[in-house]
């Protein structure tokens, strides 16, 4: 089955941990940027042996600094991310605030 995705640039938070859809992905020939605390290097590895450019970076996307610096990271490892294709979110974090305070 020919998705359209060969080729692409996924960026995936949370990547620390259960980053199935990111094999997925890699085995659909998207070239990922794997953000996360700690991201697993067995499991990038795994995303690289499906033929795919698989970057891995340090970063906690729920402060603000950390997430421009995944995308700056992404763009200078040479993946393309204009316009943005696709984005796997893993992670999971929650902000303290009322539900009226929290702008969607």
């Known amino acids: ?6 080729g692409k640039t ?9 980053i199935g859809k990111g094999i997925a992905l890699a085995e ?3 070239d990922l940027a794997v953000a ?11 995303m690289r042996a499906k033929g795919v450019r698989c970057l891995r970076i340090q970063a906690d996307v729920s402060r603000e ?10 763009v200078d490892g040479g993946l393309a991310l204009r316009p ?3 984005l796997s979110s893993e992670e999971a974090f929650a902000l303290n605030l009322p539900v ?3 702008d969607p």
């Open 65 to 74: 600094e950390d997430a421009v610096r995944m995308v700056q990271e992404t």
């Open 36 to 46: 996360g605390r700690s991201p697993d290097p067995a499991a990038l590895e795994e």
């Open 28 to 30: 659909e020939g998207v």
């Open 10 to 18: 996924a960026p995936i938070t949370g990547g620390s941990s259960g």
């Open 84 to 86: 943005l294709p696709l």
């Open 1 to 6: 089955m020919n998705t359209g995705l060969r």
């Open 100 to 102: 009226r305070e929290v």
